[in-house]
């Protein structure tokens, strides 16, 4: 992607992943390119060049999600995690099985690393589960591993470090193989075929942890009276109010930071429109009017 200013050069994967997966699947492409100026807003206020940048991709973000309007995915961050995080893991397998069975070539490194940047952009959903935190830097090494191999003319090893045995992720030292932040990876060019993906289930989600008992109540001194019933207030009639969800309040929050930093830019029309948006969000339930 051309025009990136050198301070976003971070974010440069991320964006070309959404314009990749744009016509694939457009909700992966729209929060590829959400988690891209999300990051790149927190590193560059120090940078005058991104500015016009930042607030071209905040305009396509904006756009996408209008087309995005009756996908559920586009308006709940539960079932938009859910949906990128299957997305990933059927990647993420794709890619394994191919190591595995000693096919290497450079569509499979290339479903590795894209798995790795699918899993990352997770991220702005809460922290990562240990699983994901495991698939992404397995497959960001697996990446980097077999395409050295494969330049340097070795025969790369199937599975985790030391061989296949019993299947497991053994991830030992590839903190100090990724150079000990995750290392850098250019993206390889697209081939004319891209790996199909498979049906995989869904990942299973986690039974809740059981809430623990109550302590029991302290007997109170027989020496106190009971204290006088306090009067009861007449009821009154309840106010009509929309149902607000958990994920509409985080959507609200995530708005209102979207404001503040259309501020640092001096765009008070795109503030304006986050904070409209975030209140009619918390009156009725729905960002639009």
């Not at 019993?166 to 995750?182: C, M, P, Q, S």
């Not at 039974?207 to 009154?236: E, G, M, S, Y």
């Amino acid at each position: 992607m051309s025009g990136v200013p050198p301070s976003l050069k971070g974010i440069q994967p991320f964006l070309k992943l959404s314009d990749m997966f744009m016509k694939k699947d457009r909700i992966v492409a729209y929060y590829c390119k959400l988690y891209a100026v999300q990051e790149g807003i927190a590193v560059s206020k120090s940078d005058s060049t991104a500015k016009p940048f930042l607030i071209s991709q905040m305009d396509e973000i904006s756009q996408l999600k209008k087309a995005l309007k009756d996908d559920d995915a586009s308006k709940d961050e539960a079932v938009a995690q859910a949906h990128i995080e299957e997305f990933a893991f059927k990647l993420f397998e794709t890619a394994d099985n191919e190591d595995r069975a000693g096919r290497f070539h450079n569509n499979m490194i290339k479903a590795f690393y894209t798995s790795s940047l699918v899993f990352t952009i997770l991220k702005q959903f809460g922290p990562l589960s240990d699983e994901v935190q495991t698939r992404l830097k397995y497959a960001k090494w697996k990446a980097v591993e077999i395409d050295r191999c494969l330049k340097t003319g070795i025969t790369p090893t199937p599975g985790p470090p030391g061989g296949d045995e019993g299947g497991a992720f053994n991830l030992g030292d590839l903190d100090a193989n990724l150079g000990g932040g995750g290392g850098s990876f250019d993206m390889p060019p697209p081939q004319s075929e891209q790996p199909s993906y498979p049906t995989f289930p869904t990942p299973s989600i986690p039974a809740p942890t059981p809430i623990p008992d109550l302590p029991k109540p302290v007997a109170k001194p027989r020496h106190l009276a009971d204290p006088k019933p306090a009067p009861i207030p007449q009821a009154q009639a309840p106010v009509p109010q929309a149902q607000i969800s958990c994920n509409d309040v985080s959507r609200a929050q995530k708005l209102c930071k979207f404001a503040s930093s259309a501020l640092d830019y001096e765009d008070v029309a795109g503030a304006v429109d986050f904070l409209q948006k975030a209140i009619n969000l918390l009156k009725t339930g729905k960002e639009g009017e």
